[in-house]
């Protein structure tokens, strides 16, 4: 079992940036690949970013390209997702979840394929 816990949302101008953050507690960190996803009000939830196990490999949602970093600190448990250039579009309740597996060469987009979830942080950028 993973507990994840959200924190960094809030409300910001649109071109501002933000940083949540996600901390992990229970098994061994390292162990699990981690996702972002978001889910707008009346939208399904969506994929916004993920990181292997080791960090090496990051892969991101074609809408946040460019803008979103996610990093990962197996040290201190913790998942990352810097975000810049904020738009009104990005506004929703964004989740951080875990995935049980060593395969870094896949982007692993449905939330069906994860396994843990926090319980959400909302994010909402104002026009």
């Known amino acids: 079992q993973v507990q994840l816990v959200e924190s960094g949302g809030g409300l910001v101008q649109a071109g501002d940036s933000l940083r949540l953050s996600c901390a992990a507690s229970?098994?061994?960190?390292?162990?699990?690949?981690m996702g972002w996803f978001r889910q707008a009000p009346g939208k399904q939830r969506e994929s916004v970013a993920a990181i292997s196990w080791g960090g090496t490999a990051t892969y991101y949602a074609d809408s946040v390209k460019g803008r979103f970093t996610i990093s990962r600190d197996n040290a201190m448990n913790m998942v990352y997702l810097q975000m810049n250039s904020l738009k009104s579009e990005d506004t929703a309740v964004y989740y951080c979840?875990?995935?049980?597996?060593?395969?870094?060469?896949?982007?692993?987009?449905?939330?069906?394929?994860?396994?843990?979830w926090g319980q959400g942080t909302q994010v909402t950028v104002s026009s």
């Open positions: 979840a875990a995935k049980r597996t060593t395969d870094s060469s896949v982007y692993y987009t449905s939330p069906m394929q994860y396994y843990f």
């Open positions: 229970g098994r061994p960190f390292s162990g699990y690949y």
